[in-house]
T-cell receptor, first 114, second 113 residues
Framework: DAGVIQSPRHEVTEMGQEVTLRCKPISGHNSLFWYRQTMMRGLELLIY????????DSGMPEDRFSAKMPNASFSTLKIQPSEPRDSAVYFC????????????FGPGTRLTVT | AQSVTQLGSHVSVSEGALVLLRCNYS??????LFWYVQYPNQGLQLLLK??????LVKGINGFEAEFKKSETSFHLTKPSAHMSDAAEYFC???????????FGTGTRLTIIP
């Protein structure tokens, strides 16, 4: 079975541009998580969804960040406008709530904002 | 509230030597405990997990961890280090009914030839 799929793997953009990161969770998983990883702050949970509904977005840094999950097989994380301090690796993870504990991570998107 | 402490942000061991990465947790309810490994430029990969039952848990690549409730610990071990074990290792905790993982700050393992 395919794991969590993220696209693009690398994104370089200029400050002020809109960035959209995409994630396809493992088929059958009903929870999805967005994380950000930087050297300074480590791994941070941004938001998570259960059955396509946002459950906890307390980690979203500011209004420039938004996330959607229109269906069980797709989620996006959007940054508008992007800033250099948003440069990081963004991970998506999925899990099957109520059955098998543990999250499964995608390969990440490395975002560089210049 | 839950928390995880990983002692030692950097650990170096010689090839063939014992690997011991330390993890202590805090949880007000029975914990689920996890170890993840992150190789350079990759995502986190689940190494092993403890939920209930046997306290000694075996994972991939020869790693194992033991849940010790009295010590609130879940240390990761491997009898003989291999060069390919060089990576960053994260300990994490959650519990029944709570999918959110609380991660430790990670331990970078270096293998000395």
């Amino acid at each position: 079975d395919a794991g969590v799929i993220q696209s693009p793997r690398h994104e370089v953009t200029e400050m002020g541009q809109e960035v959209t990161l995409r994630c396809k969770p493992i088929s059958g998983h009903n929870s999805l998580f967005w994380y950000r990883q930087t050297m300074m702050r480590g791994l941070e949970l941004l938001i998570y969804f259960n059955n396509n509904v946002p459950i906890d977005d307390s980690g979203m840094p500011e209004d420039r960040f938004s996330a959607k999950m229109p269906n069980a097989s797709f989620s996006t994380l959007k940054i508008q406008p992007s800033e250099p301090r948003d440069s990081a690796v963004y991970f998506c993870a999925s899990s099957s709530s109520g059955t098998i504990p543990g999250q499964y991570f995608g390969p990440g998107t490395r975002l560089t904002v210049t | 509230a839950q928390s995880v402490t990983q002692l030692g942000s950097h650990v170096s061991v010689s090839e063939g030597a014992l690997v011991l990465l330390r993890c202590n947790y805090s949880s007000s309810v029975p914990p689920y405990l996890f170890w993840y490994v992150q190789y350079p430029n990759q995502g986190l990969q689940l190494l092993l997990k403890y939920t209930t039952g046997a306290t000694l848990v075996k994972g991939i690549n020869g790693f194992e961890a033991e849940f010790k409730k009295s010590e609130t610990s879940f240390h990761l071990t491997k009898p003989s280090a291999h060069m390919s074990d060089a990576a960053e290792y994260f300990c994490a905790v959650s519990n029944f009914g709570n999918e959110k993982l609380t991660f430790g700050t990670g331990t970078r393992l270096t293998i000395i030839p």
